[in-house]
């Protein structure tokens, strides 16, 4: 059995990293479960079902060997017309970034398009997107937690050269870690 976080490269063949990559869908868009992988193992575990009357507003998992500042995967949302089932993999392009303060830690989410969508692939960057879109995005992730008692500041969408430099971070943290003993799930 391969695990998804360490065995599946994010390279696509003929892109290049960071602009299009592989990314594995964990909760498909309009999901109530907030679903995550299990690092140790490599499966899909259900964390817990949402306590407040909202969905997921895109498709949402992660980039394969990237390390982010929370140590887990790097979060990616995958906008695309329809819902991607969990542990799917699937080719994104990021248009852009939303960073997250969640418990006073930074929580990058890459904003991507899903490329063999053939509406959303046509978004080159998140400015060409409706401004509904990302208000509701922005909207979601404020209220997700709160009946939780829990609180997050939501910061604007940032461009894809953002975006780009934190894969490429991600990316680079996870290759230290790896070579060093720091990545969860890894049989060594």
């Known amino acids: 059995m391969i695990h998804p976080w360490h ?5 696509v063949e003929g892109a290049e990293l960071p602009g299009v990559f592989k990314a594995i869908i964990e909760i498909p868009k309009g999901s109530s479960n907030k679903y995550e992988l299990d690092k140790g193992s490599g499966m899909l575990k259900l964390d817990r079902v949402l306590s407040s009357a909202v969905y997921y507003p895109a498709n949402y998992g992660f980039i394969p060997q990237t390390l982010a500042e929370d140590d887990d995967p790097l979060d990616v949302l995958v906008y695309s017309t329809v819902e991607i089932p969990p542990m799917t993999l699937c080719q994104a392009r990021a248009v852009g970034l939303m960073t997250m303060i969640d418990q006073g830690h930074p929580d990058h989410k890459i904003i991507a398009v899903l490329c ?3 509406i959303y692939n046509e978004f080159e960057l998140a400015s060409h997107f409706p401004k509904h879109i990302f208000k509701m995005l922005k909207r979601f992730f404020e209220d997700y937690k709160q ?3 829990k609180g997050v500041e939501v910061d604007d969408i940032m461009p894809a050269e953002v975006a780009h430099a934190v894969i490429e971070n991600s990316l680079e943290r996870y290759a230290k870690a790896r ?3 720091g990545a969860r799930g890894l049989v060594l």
């Open 7 to 11: 065995d599946v490269t994010p390279a």
């Open 179 to 181: 070579r060093t003993g």
């Open 147 to 149: 009946l939780e008692g």
């Open 116 to 118: 063999q969508d053939p």
